[in-house]
């Protein structure tokens, strides 16, 4: 195949971009991240069910990893939408839809983002909280106001996605929903509001939910708490899981909108970021509460038993009838 040039001739063919949006990898691709997205979910929704019904003294404590896990169904939820939109587009000469449509779902995808991150950094405060201060009287009154502050901080903080003035958005190429830098009618505007996203729903709040849970940690090895050693082995595991959470979310919420501002495979790279950091949420959980771990395990064993027994139900009627079948 010949390489184009500027006067060439007719016997001249485009090659196809490597890294372009509307091809057919790109089309592949994001079908991979989306069918990655639609299996979190189903998973995301088996660890909040688990959590859910875990209605001990510790339902107050995962009430705010309840929050997060909803946060994270919501936010997969506009994550799979703009992925079957991305397919279709790609795969089609459709027209795409009108930018609003894209601003909604960048807007829906940031919100529960935000009010993830901020319901993890919220869960290491209350966990600290509880280990460190006896006189600590946590109840769900408190949590009740702590979520309303969680969404009502996401957002202030998403309001800018919704306004054209700050932030543009286009569907590049016709394809993919995406930030646009040429759409910015005050660039000082966005740049502020870059920087107090990058402070308030992400440097503050990670570097809370990071620090929190190592103090949680020294003050439990260096104190004599009255707990059990189970129970004391079950929180230090909790601190584990946050500082590994964040250090995700710092991926997720940090270095993807950065890369979103700078020129070459950016959409790959932040839609990609998205899908393979989504079901991390989810695995840690199970990984570290092990009544989670239990009830899930039980939730799947339950669901295969009743398929197999349903298979062989089938299959005895089926037999059943060809032996009463007339000769």
């Known amino acids: ?5 500027l006067g060439a001739g007719n016997g001249c063919v485009v090659e196809e971009p490597l890294i372009g949006l509307n091809t057919a990898s790109f089309v592949i691709y994001t079908s991979c991240l989306v069918a990655l997205l639609i299996v979190t979910f189903g998973f995301v929704l088996l660890v909040l069910v688990a959590l859910v019904s875990e ?20 936010q997969l939820v506009f994550s799979v939408f703009n992925g079957l939109t991305v397919v279709l587009l790609g795969a089609s000469s459709l027209t795409p ?5 894209c601003r909604i779902v960048f807007w829906g995808t940031g919100l ?16 600290y909280m509880r ?7 946590i109840r769900w009154m408190h949590i009740a106001i702590t979520i309303t ?71 439990i090895k260096k104190q004599s708490i009255s707990e059990s050693v189970g129970y004391k082995k ?27 501002y700078f020129d070459g495979p950016d959409v790959h790279i932040s839609y990609g970021m998205v899908a393979m950091t989504a079901p991390l949420n989810p695995i840690l959980i199970v990984i570290f509460l092990k009544p989670v771990r239990f009830k899930v395990k039980g939730m799947i064993v339950s669901t295969l038993a ?8 089938e299959g005895n009627v089926a037999s059943d009838e060809k032996n009463s079948a007339p000769v």
């Open 55 to 74: 209605t001990n003294s510790t339902t107050l404590y995962y009430s705010l990893l309840i929050n997060m896990l909803l946060a994270n169904l919501l």
């Open 149 to 219: 502050i969680i969404y009502t901080a996401s957002l202030v903080l998403l309001i800018p996605f919704l306004v054209p003035y700050s932030t543009g958005m286009e569907y590049k190429e016709n394809v993919a929903c995406y930030f646009d830098r040429t759409d910015m009618i005050i660039p000082a505007l966005n740049y502020s509001y870059m920087v107090c996203w990058s402070l308030f729903s992400g440097i503050i709040p990670l570097a809370v939910s990071i620090v929190l849970p190592l103090i949680t940690l020294y003050y």
């Open 306 to 313: 009743c398929h197999c027994k349903l298979r062989q139900k």
């Open 97 to 101: 839809p009108p930018t609003v449509v």
């Open 131 to 137: 280990i460190t201060l006896t006189n600590a009287n």
């Open 1 to 5: 195949m010949e390489n184009c040039t």
């Open 112 to 127: 529960f983002y935000v009010a993830s991150t901020l319901s993890l950094a919220a869960f290491s405060v209350l966990i």
């Open 234 to 260: 079950v929180l230090a595991s909790l601190t584990l899981f946050l500082s590994i959470d964040i250090f995700v979310s710092i991926i997720g919420q940090i270095l993807a909108p950065a890369v979103a």
